[in-house]
């Protein structure tokens, strides 16, 4: 009695595994799509709420400018990849006109390859800059989106929308309430 395949058996065996493989590649690079715009909006939205949470804190400054009166994601689209950072002090300036405007170390990041942040809904879409402010203090209260420059000031939500651009079907948003603050992440 022989043991082992014959040359013929073992061809076909390939054959049907590469078939099968084919059939599934597709399916595995739409899903990685997917979910490279997944986690890059659950990454949004962690950097929303580490940027108010900042403005909840005691008045720091993780830069060494005080005294803070904001924090800010900004979003910035001027190049590609697009990026996004916590800053703190946006728009201030000390007495000599100076900008008290600074990066929070370690809270720059950049959106994947063929992923970028649509300009739908910007007030201005050839607006390379948008930004999402949290109050230290003031009159909507600490720790409240206090403004969002560039986006939809009117209405009660800021949406961002992560965009795919081999596959729309890969598209998320991050909506944010400016009123209550509640975040939520959705797909398109």
Known sequence: MKRGFTLIELVITVG?????????????????????????AQ????SILQAQSYALAPRVSYTGKTPISNYVLYLDRSVLPHT?????????VDAGGAS??????????????????DSFGWVNPASS??????????????????????????????????????DSSANWQVTINKITGVLDVSQL
Do not use: C
């Open 16 to 40: 049907i595994l590469a078939l099968l493989s084919s059939m599934t590649l597709p399916s595995l690079r739409k899903y990685q799509r997917q979910m490279d715009a997944k986690v890059a």
């Open 43 to 46: 990454e949004l939205r962690t």
């Open 84 to 92: 996004y950072k916590i800053m703190e002090n946006y728009g201030v």
């Open 100 to 117: 008290l405007q600074a990066e929070v170390p370690g809270t720059k990041h950049i959106l994947p390859e063929n992923l970028s942040f």
């Open 129 to 166: 800059q948008a930004a999402i402010v949290f109050s230290t203090a003031g009159s909507v209260g600490r720790g409240k989106i206090d403004y969002v420059a560039s986006k939809w000031t009117t209405d009660a939500n800021a949406v961002i929308t992560i965009e795919n651009s081999i």
